[in-house]
């Protein structure tokens, strides 16, 4: 079964930390994985599209790795800030129909 | 429109009666996803629609639910005698190639 983890389910941290958001799945042959972001109320905001051929992309102050062999993606968000807070999540495609979501890593950044 | 808009944001029914969700794609956009996200759960692939495709319907949870999509634009999903278990955030993508874009959900509360 094709199955998608990330941990912390919550995490809150003092604005200007550096922080690691973990994503984990089953079946190794991805297509892409995607990171979202949503804020409460609101629906889901594309930040990074990782290819499987790629190993990491950047926009900004995020970075997201991507290592197929060990199951695993990262998020990386460098000093982060209260308008970070959000729910984050990730999703995996393997070139079907549909793109399999992890259940979210709850983010709150306070002053 | 700029962005994938959904109709209506908000939406409470009575239990037994049928409702209609609305999703408007982003012009050009040949894929059109449904998905459910519950309270305190991930997002559940509903329904799939490409092109002039026949429908991957493999995420209906019952045959209460179906959904349509006229001249590959707007799409409708239609819920049958609604039951309290159907009360979630009901999210609509599109997509032209890997990249999904999401409206901002409508949120369906059974009563």
């Known amino acids: 079964k094709q199955e998608v983890t990330q941990i912390p389910a919550a995490l809150s941290v003092p604005e200007g930390e550096n922080l690691v958001l973990n994503c984990s799945f089953t079946d190794s042959a991805i297509y892409n994985l995607q990171w979202f972001r949503q804020d409460p109320g609101k629906g889901l905001t594309s930040l990074l599209l990782i290819q499987s051929s790629q190993r990491e992309q950047t926009s900004g102050r995020l970075n997201a790795s991507l290592d197929k062999s060990s199951g695993r993606s990262t998020l990386y968000i460098a000093a982060s800030q209260p308008g970070d807070s959000a729910t984050y999540l990730c999703?995996?495609?393997?070139?079907?129909?549909?793109?399999?979501f992890g259940t979210g890593t709850r983010l709150q950044v306070f002053p | 429109g700029a962005g994938v808009s959904q109709s209506p944001s908000n939406k409470v029914t009575e239990k037994g009666k049928d409702v209609e969700l609305r999703c408007d794609p982003i012009s050009g956009h040949t894929a059109l996803y449904w998905y459910r996200q519950s309270l305190g759960q991930g997002l559940e692939f509903l329904i799939y629609?490409?092109?002039?495709?026949?429908?991957?319907k493999s995420g209906l949870p019952s045959d209460r639910f179906s959904a349509e999509r006229t001249g590959g634009s707007v799409s409708t999903l239609t819920i049958q005698r609604t039951q309290q278990e159907d009360s979630a955030v009901y999210l609509c993508?599109?997509?032209?190639?890997?990249?999904?874009?999401f409206g901002q959900g409508t949120r369906l509360t059974v009563v």
């Open positions: 993508a599109s997509s032209l190639a890997e990249k999904a874009f």
């Open positions: 999703a995996v495609d393997y070139n079907t129909d549909k793109l399999i």
């Open positions: 629609f490409q092109g002039n495709s026949a429908p991957d």
